[in-house]
């Protein structure tokens, strides 16, 4: 199972656009790159999934270069509820998936 | 719609007593299940998974052990907690099919061995 390296923690401000970079460089053709985000006394929540190139959806972007070895979630303009530890995550199917520490993510007034 | 329930919500529990956490999902059929355990400030542990009725996989040697007697139906079990135990436990299911298999959390069960 490829294993995800991503930063401790990280900081910012109300309003700001947050940019959380994943490695994982032993990523497997089949495995799809996948972002969860959790609140305190909460499970995860998914949050966005992508193979290549980048998607989209209401709460997120996620940029993947050609070579996958690596992804960013993108969260634009943030805000005080979006303080969350959030977790990359690269797996092909749904039988095991592995979550890492994580990257606890703090936005300040 | 699919909905996931555990209990108990919190459980306090001496040392060497046994342990039963049950994880219930209505509104599919045949998912994926597993359970996680969460220390404080830590990352998510798998500790179990199971893709179909009496059949079982683990992740971690330890006391713990899993059940599956139902489709839908989860068990979580110790004979004699550990100090180590202590921790907030996650059920989650998954379809299984298809890309993107986002699995969906239980509200989970905050356990205190004492």
């Known amino acids: 199972l490829a294993k995800t390296t991503q930063p401790i923690s990280m900081d910012s401000y109300e309003g700001q656009e947050v940019n959380i970079t994943c490695s994982h460089n032993n990523i497997a053709t089949n495995d799809y790159i996948t972002w969860y985000q959790q609140f305190p006394s909460q499970g995860p929540r998914f949050i966005i999934q992508g193979y290549k190139t980048k998607v989209t959806n209401e709460v997120a972007s996620l940029f993947i270069p050609a070579d996958r070895k690596s992804s960013t979630l993108s969260l634009p303009r943030v805000s005080l509820s979006d303080t969350a530890v959030y977790y990359c995550l690269v797996y092909s199917s749904a039988s095991k998936i592995i979550f890492g520490s994580g990257t606890r993510l703090s936005i300040r007034p | 719609s699919q909905t996931i329930h555990q209990w108990p919500a919190t459980l306090v529990q001496p040392v060497g007593s046994p342990l039963s956490l049950e994880c219930t999902v209505e509104?599919?059929?045949?998912?994926?299940l597993y359970w996680y355990r969460q220390a404080a400030g830590r990352g998510l542990q798998l500790l179990f998974y199971?893709?179909?009725?009496?059949?079982i996989s683990s992740e971690v040697p330890q006391n713990l052990s899993a059940s599956r007697p139902q489709d839908r139906q989860f068990i979580l079990s110790s004979k004699k907690l550990l100090l180590s135990d202590s921790g907030f436990y996650l059920c989650a299911w998954s379809r299984t099919r298809e890309p993107p298999y986002e699995q969906y959390f239980g509200p989970g069960t905050r356990l205190t061995v004492t």
């Open positions: 199971s893709v179909g009725i009496g059949q």
């Open positions: 509104g599919t059929s045949n998912p994926n």
